[in-house]
């Protein structure tokens, strides 16, 4: 008689249900995420189209939903996998020195209510996220944030794979411009990116993203990232705003082709 097959289990299910959720595959974990992302993106290109719309929110349903997304994003900050990006922000922060006062950090996309508990002694944490997965996480659209009810409120801003789940160019510049308004002469931003979003690119590169970060206003501190990795991670310090020339407005608004052949079009528009 031959042996019963096992029966398939589905790349999204996860074994969160049991308490192992970090035994999750990385290649598997990114892989959806990647379908999230593309899927998701199409549901703000299509907001007029109802039967396209219903279509691509069937296609996130079977993939899990939004919490399968968010579920697999918390995986990949799990100790087993390296630990989250706040690691890194924690360490240029205490090579720059402490301030006598504590610092008023908004982590923006917090998958994590308690990133920043080892520092709360120097750091005043609020994690906010646009989908809250713990009641000690604000769940708020960065981009719908008050921009005079936080001008200047916070000493640091951090942006950890915020930017690149943006889907439109222009809306990625105007989160960075929220963010330099929101810090007070000489706070921080904290910028962490997908190495490919850099690396291979059509229309960025370092070069493109430092000029755009001091057309916004900012000030490379700190930058860490290596050809074999996977992420890349820039600290900048809020400088004031150089008023925009016509040569700047021209260069940062329109998409310019930078690299040739098979590339992603990651890009971001002032």
Known sequence: MPKARKKKVPVTATSTASGNASSSKPQASRTVIRQFHVLLKQQTQLKDDAQKLAEIQRQIDELGGIECYQSMSAIGQGKDRGGGSEKVLIGWLKELGREEKKLKLLEVGALLPDNYKSCSSWIDATPMDLHSRHPSIIEQDFLLMDEEENREKWDVISLSLVLNFVPRPEDRGRMLRLAHSMLPYGGKLFLALPLPCVTNSRYLDFDRLRDIMQAVGFVEVKQR????????????????????????????????????????NFCVLL
């Open 225 to 264: 990232w290596k050809e074999t990795g996977k992420m890349a991670y820039w600290l900048y310090t809020k400088e004031h705003l150089v008023p925009a020339t016509q040569a700047t407005q021209d260069a940062f608004t329109k998409k310019s082709v930078l690299r040739q052949g098979n590339r992603n």
